[in-house]
Every structure is written in C-alpha cells, then in structure tokens.
C-alpha cells in the first residue's frame, strides 16, 4: 500500500470559489506529480515538481497552480473554480534517483464537482 | 499529440482466455515502459514494466512483449479473472536529463466474464 494520501476524496463546490487539492506523501521521495483524470479515464499531467521549490507545467493547460514548500507536501489551488474543473484530480511521487526509473505511486485521487 | 497510443478502448474476455492490450510510441528517447492498473475509486497501481534492451518480461499471469524496431509494447494476461477487471494504462518516460513524468496512454477498460 502506498503511503500518499489526498484529502478530500470527494469535493462539490459553487463556481468562482477557491479550492486547494492535498496531497502528502511519507515516503520521502523528491518528485511529486498531479495528474487529471477525465471521465473517459485518460490521464493528463498537469504539474509536477523535482523537489522543494521546483514546480513545472505539465501538459495539459491548467488553470491551477501548486506549490513545493516540503517534500512531503504538493498542494494544487484553482483560484476561481469553473463547471469545467470536474474532474478527478490524481497526486503521485516517485523516488528521484537521477537515472534509475522508478515506480510512481498514486494517491487514491480527489474527484472534484464544480457546480 | 498522443505520444503513447493505446488500443483497444474496451475488451470483454472470457474466465480463463487471453488479454491482450497493444500500445504504440514514436518517441525513441523513450526508455522505460510500465503497465498501470486501476481499479474503481482507487489510482493506478504499477503492475508490470519494462525497458527497451529486452524483449519480454513475465510476472505470474502477466507478460509485456516489447518491440523496439516497431515501436510496439503489448501487455497479455493469461488465464484472465474476473478479479483482473480494471482499465489499465501503458505508458512511457523518457530519459532527458534525468527522470521525467510518465506519459499515459488513453486507457483500455477490461472486463473478464465468467
């Protein structure tokens, strides 16, 4: 089982609300990554972060940011949340040993309504 | 630009018969290929992975074939339970200076029926 954890599971919010997605990890690993999950179940990188202080865009176009105070700590913050932030919202880390590769772990994700 | 591409959308198999799952790829600095699986209400889980200086690598049921020269990497799981029915996700990641995000692939969802 992995130790990465997101709060809340679940979050029904109004429009133009402002919202931060948790997620913690007490593996000690330096890269952390958000992911966004749409109904039709593919996976888009959102942002991702090498270790503290480091944030990077992913690939997908977002209108949110994050943040990497601590390493155990990656939180994601829509400003003004729309109807078309609804999605799932999935937090992974991963080791950060230079050239190995190896295995991302998720966070069981935080399914996000904007109503 | 999907740079890992994943077929088919859905399978539905038989208790007991073959899964098989195919993704494509076009970047060559790729040098790393897991399998994902995903259940409902839970996140991807790695299942199996792969690098690109073999051509098969087997864990209990499940088997990644890989093939460098086409650019192709399948995922078969023999003997398919219904306890194996989930979506599951190939992906990718290149070595540039380090390790980068994974890129997924669409997903296929499988359903094994009894």
């Known amino acids: 089982e992995a130790d990465i954890y997101q709060t809340p599971r679940y979050l029904v919010i109004g429009t133009g609300k402002k919202i931060t997605l948790e997620c913690s990890q007490t593996?000690?690993?330096?890269?952390m990554y958000w992911y966004q999950q749409d109904p039709g179940m593919e996976l888009h990188l959102i942002h991702y972060s090498y270790g503290v202080n480091s944030t990077e865009k992913g690939d997908l176009s977002s209108e949110s940011t994050v943040s990497r105070i601590r390493t155990e700590h990656f939180p994601l913050t829509l400003e003004s949340a729309r109807p078309s932030h609804t999605s799932q919202y999935l937090c992974a880390s991963s080791e950060g040993t230079g050239w190995s590769h190896t295995e991302a772990f998720f966070g069981q994700g935080t399914r996000l309504t904007v109503v | 630009q999907q740079q890992v591409k994943q077929s088919p959308q859905s399978l539905i198999v038989q208790k007991g018969g073959i899964s098989i799952i195919n993704c494509a790829y076009e970047n060559t600095a790729f040098d790393y290929f897991p399998w994902y699986q995903q259940f409902p209400g839970k996140g991807p889980a790695l299942l199996i992975a792969?690098?690109?200086?073999?051509s098969e690598k087997k864990e209990g049921r499940f088997t990644i074939s890989f093939n460098k020269s086409a650019k192709q990497f399948s995922l078969h799981i023999m003997d398919s339970q219904p306890g194996d029915s989930a979506t599951y996700f190939c992906a990718a990641r290149r070595r540039w200076g380090g390790n980068t995000p994974l890129v997924f692939g669409k997903g296929t969802r499988l359903s094994v029926i009894a």
């Open positions: 593996m000690g690993h330096d890269k």
């Open positions: 792969i690098r690109p200086d073999v």
